[in-house]
């Protein structure tokens, strides 16, 4: 599908008389769109690869798979994070077949060609055959991507040379980021383990459903009446009831600028980082209260508010999702085909933090955002049913509307935490890029 086409069938639809915003459905469903979405989107926005924490030596690596292409993410014997394409230079094959190790040297299963962690052709095995100096220009050297750049520790790679900085890419969704890093005295880190799991539905929905909270209490009923019952008989049980009657005014959606958006909500599900909830058991209670009073002294009373009892929806434009909620998450999601996804999810937490904690966080993190949790199950059978559902109605579109229409750019704006600002944010610049009205180059 060419962008006069995408022009012709008119995807996203405003009428600021009606107050309506509306997407048309075969954006959740088109082949032709999915693949314009990997030229116009995929190619040239900056895309999450890894944390560093994940790279603790010289010589560790994953592999990772970002807009179908196979990466490795490795620390060179330098010290230095490097990505590289998972090819050799001789004849294609995939070099690193495992997703994570530690290596001197890759080495090609095929021909036996040895590569440092550098990328640097250093064997071809055999060499009788082979000119002196083949390599001279350096082109049998592995390749790696365009641009690689981080912040706080997480590392984004872009495909094209000339896109716009991090920096800038990141735009309000930087505070954010430094909100949830700020958990820590130190550095935060990815906690062992990884999550992955696949969804029938097009990866957009999932972004939708990261930060949007007008389905909570519906979808995740089930886990307010968990939170509910475990706080009767404490002090908590009125608080929970206090922070649920205001929880549709209490917080707010916040558009960051290129189509990032946060939803910022108070759901009293206690939080490891400095808000104990009964649930989580009365050990940990003094922990986590000494954690808020150190929050206090370092950052003031408002900043520390912010960091331990605002709940985080973040969304980065346009698969990064990192929840900091009663855990923090981080979630990629790899679009595979407009009606397929496969996400990969990780836990993040401050490496300081004591056995008691970790072992708080962890337990909240597996209990709701986990494959058997009470979260994610109830968002991906949501997910799947809204792929099927748009498969047979003659129903063109899908309204998101919810929240005042204010003047200025769609995605900056605010409304509160059961509106559709974020996702009007999202959708905007979706449609920027792949009409070609933004290039994200400088």
């Known amino acids: 599908m060419s962008e006069s086409n995408l022009e012709s069938i008119n995807i996203i639809d405003v009428d600021s008389n009606k107050k309506s915003f509306r997407v048309r459905r075969t954006a959740y469903k088109s082949q032709e769109i999915f693949e314009l979405e990997q030229k116009q989107i995929f190619e040239k926005v900056w895309l999450y690869i890894g944390h560093g924490s994940e790279l603790k030596k010289n010589g560790d690596f994953k592999t990772r798979r970002l807009a179908g292409r196979d990466l490795i993410f490795m620390r060179d014997k330098q010290g230095s994070v490097v990505v590289f394409y998972n090819s050799c230079s001789h004849r294609g094959a995939k070099l690193c077949r495992e997703t994570s190790g530690n290596t001197r040297n890759i080495v090609c299963p095929y021909h036996g060609w040895v590569f440092n962690t550098e990328g640097k052709l250093l064997s071809l095995k055999n060499e009788s055959g082979f000119s002196e100096d083949l390599n001279k220009d350096c082109h049998l050297d592995l390749v790696k991507v365009a641009r690689l750049e981080s912040y706080r520790d997480f590392y984004f790679i872009n495909y094209n040379p000339k896109a716009i900085s991090l920096h800038d890419y990141l735009a309000g969704a930087r505070d954010v980021i430094d909100a949830i890093c700020e958990q820590s005295e130190g550095e935060m880190i990815i906690l062992p383990g990884e999550q992955n799991y696949t969804v029938r539905a097009n990866y957009k929905y999932l972004a939708e459903n990261s930060y949007d909270g007008y389905h909570v209490e519906a979808t995740h009923a089930s886990y307010l009446d968990y939170l509910r019952d475990s706080a009767k008989g404490t002090p908590a049980e009125s608080k929970f009831d206090e922070i649920m009657s205001t929880y549709a005014t209490a917080g707010q959606v916040r558009g960051l600028g290129n189509g990032h958006a946060v939803l910022e909500s108070y759901v009293p599900s206690g939080r490891a980082v400095a808000q104990w909830h009964p649930s989580m058991g009365a050990q940990?209670?003094?922990?986590?209260?000494?954690?808020?009073?150190?929050?206090?002294?370092?950052?003031?009373q408002e900043r520390a508010d912010y960091i331990a009892e605002t709940q985080k929806n973040l969304?980065?434009?346009?698969?990064?999702?990192?929840?900091?909620?009663?855990?923090?998450?981080?979630?990629?999601?790899?679009?595979?085909?407009?009606?397929?996804?496969?996400?990969?999810?990780w836990a993040l937490g401050p490496a300081e933090e004591n056995e008691q904690l970790r072992a708080a966080r962890l337990d909240a993190y597996v209990s709701f955002l986990g494959p058997a949790g009470f979260g994610s199950p109830d968002d991906i059978e949501m997910l799947e049913l809204c792929q099927q559902g748009l498969e047979h109605t003659p129903n063109e579109w899908n309204e998101l509307s919810k929240g005042a229409f204010t003047d200025g750019d769609a995605r900056t704006l605010v409304g509160g935490p059961q509106d559709e600002v974020q996702l009007r944010a999202y959708w905007t610049q979706w449609d920027r890029l792949m009409r070609g009205v933004d290039t994200l180059e400088e």
């Open 284 to 300: 940990f209670k003094e922990p986590i209260e000494a954690k808020k009073r150190s929050l206090v002294e370092r950052f003031g």
């Open 315 to 345: 969304v980065i434009f346009p698969n990064l999702v990192i929840n900091d909620i009663m855990a923090v998450t981080v979630r990629y999601i790899e679009p595979e085909g407009p009606k397929f996804m496969r996400i990969n999810s």
